[in-house]
């Protein structure tokens, strides 16, 4: 009766670990998919995407600045006036004569400017196009840090699916192997110590089941903000698990990498060349700035001195504009701006060291993960080796009940950690490639590969 009950454990606990690979099969939502989802709703990846967009027209800002602009205004008046005429006549004197005209007053102009010699113009050109590709760069570190996010999300709620369904099998074999305590007990074959230890097992099983659902709840609401829409079920890891082969092996290739293509380093350099280039703006205020001026001017009794005549004035010329003193604001936004280029070699310097730290960890933990994996592969075959071992054991009577409590809660605890560090490998390989640059959707997709 005993071997029979046992028998029956084990294979309620080989049903659960197949029902929780086979889990997500029908209907379920790839990493692929909810990548692409969380390309689309995001609200963070939106947020990049239009920063991008804004910056992009920085260029066509800078460039205006080089360009003819071209202005018309048109004006009309309605005017009363006086006019006090002193007439001399020989014989008579003089004779005052005051007139009330009424009368509108049109004017109207076109202008064309060209710039022939402005610095300050010229600065700006350069600043907007290196403000439209620090945009770019910008939008690809935050694509990474997308990319990242959602695959983390979408694991976290795997590995909160896999220690509930986990939680499940070993709250269940507590609960069977109760029962069989109480049979047995009742028969005169079991011990009141084995109900108590089963007993207490049970109970942290029963905890550790409520805090795994909650925990699950948490994961899936992370990855539906993140998708955008409930994600539903999820792929999981296939059976055939076995980790890539990294294109660079030392972190010093890696480093080399990051340094030369990491976007977020990208975008900080761009940074010290804007701040640069604002310099040379301000400095711009010093020199003169020549353009030259095309007008055609149409006008119609436009002041009181050409009441009722109309007159077209066609003008071509240069126009010299020399600054003299501004009460020495030009000096002081000279060296604000001065200020923010050593503010911004600070932040490259400082989002450098950050990068390397966070490469490091990831090329850490991927190695780590390698040999983590392997190790919890073998622990997990030793542990079911140990329970089959251990049931024979017991039908031997050479073990005891507690001994196969044991060989289960290792077996179960192996499981999970090797889960865990898979994940974790996946994740580590996201970011060593985010940080050096070389994330982009292959990368996901060869991720997306060890799910089904």
């Known amino acids: ?108 102009v076109v202008q064309l400017r060209q710039p022939i010699l402005n610095l300050d113009g010229i600065a700006r050109y350069r600043q907007g196009k290196v403000i439209a590709e620090q945009g770019e760069a910008a939008f690809e570190s935050g694509t990474d840090e997308v990319t990242v996010r959602v695959a983390s999300a979408y694991m976290d709620a795997l590995f909160a699916d896999d220690q509930v369904a986990l939680s499940k099998v070993a709250r269940d074999m507590y609960l ?14 079991g011990t009141k110590t084995d109900m108590l230890e089963t007993q207490a097992r049970l109970d942290i099983a029963e905890a550790q089941l409520t805090e795994a659902k909650d925990n699950a709840v948490a994961a899936r609401a992370t ?11 999820l792929d999981q890891l296939t059976e055939s698990f076995r980790p890539a082969t990294l294109a660079f092996g030392s972190f010093e290739e890696w480093e080399k990498m990051a340094r030369a293509h990491n976007h977020e380093l990208a975008a900080a350099r761009l940074a010290v060349e804007n701040a640069r280039l604002d310099i040379q703006r301000n ?5 003169p700035r020549v353009d030259f001026i095309a007008a055609y001017s149409k006008g119609n009794s436009e002041s009181i001195n050409t009441y009722d005549q109309a007159t077209v004035n066609r003008t071509i010329g240069v126009q010299v504009n020399i600054p003299i003193y501004q009460g ?20 490259l310097d400082a989002r450098t060291n950050k990068v390397l730290v966070e490469l490091r960890k990831a090329h850490n933990t991927v190695l780590s993960s390698v040999h983590k994996i392997e190790a919890l ?18 039908k031997g009577g050479v073990r005891i009940n507690l001994d196969l409590l044991n060989a289960q809660q ?27 640059g070389t994330l982009d959707a292959s990368g996901v997709r060869e991720v997306a590969a060890y799910f089904r």
């Open 1 to 108: 009766m005993a071997s029979k009950t046992i028998k029956r454990r084990s294979l309620a606990l080989a049903a659960g670990m197949a029902a929780l690979l086979a889990a997500g099969q029908a209907g379920a939502i790839s990493l692929q998919q909810a990548y692409e989802a969380a390309l689309k709703n995001d609200p963070q990846y939106r947020m990049n995407y239009y920063e991008r967009e804004s910056a992009r027209e920085n260029r066509i800002l800078g460039r205006s600045n080089l360009l003819p602009s071209v202005s018309a205004s048109y004006s009309a008046s309605r005017n009363v006036a006086d006019i006090e005429t002193l007439q001399n006549y020989y014989d008579l004197g003089t004779a005052q004569s005051i007139k009330h005209p009424r009368y509108i007053s049109h004017s109207s």
């Open 176 to 189: 069977e192997m109760m029962h069989v305590n109480n049979r047995l007990f009742e028969k005169g074959e």
């Open 223 to 233: 990855l539906a903000g993140v998708i955008g829409m409930d994600p539903g079920q």
């Open 283 to 287: 400095k711009a205020g010093h020199y």
């Open 328 to 347: 020495g604001a030009i000096s002081a936004t000279t060296r604000q701006a001065a200020a923010g280029y050593e503010r911004a070699q600070a932040d």
């Open 377 to 394: 592969e073998k622990a997990v075959a030793s542990g079911q080796l140990l329970m089959k071992a251990t049931e024979q054991s017991i």
């Open 410 to 436: 290792q077996l179960y605890t192996s499981q999970r950690d090797l889960a865990q560090a898979r994940y974790t490998y996946l994740i580590g390989l996201l970011r060593l490639r985010a940080a050096a």
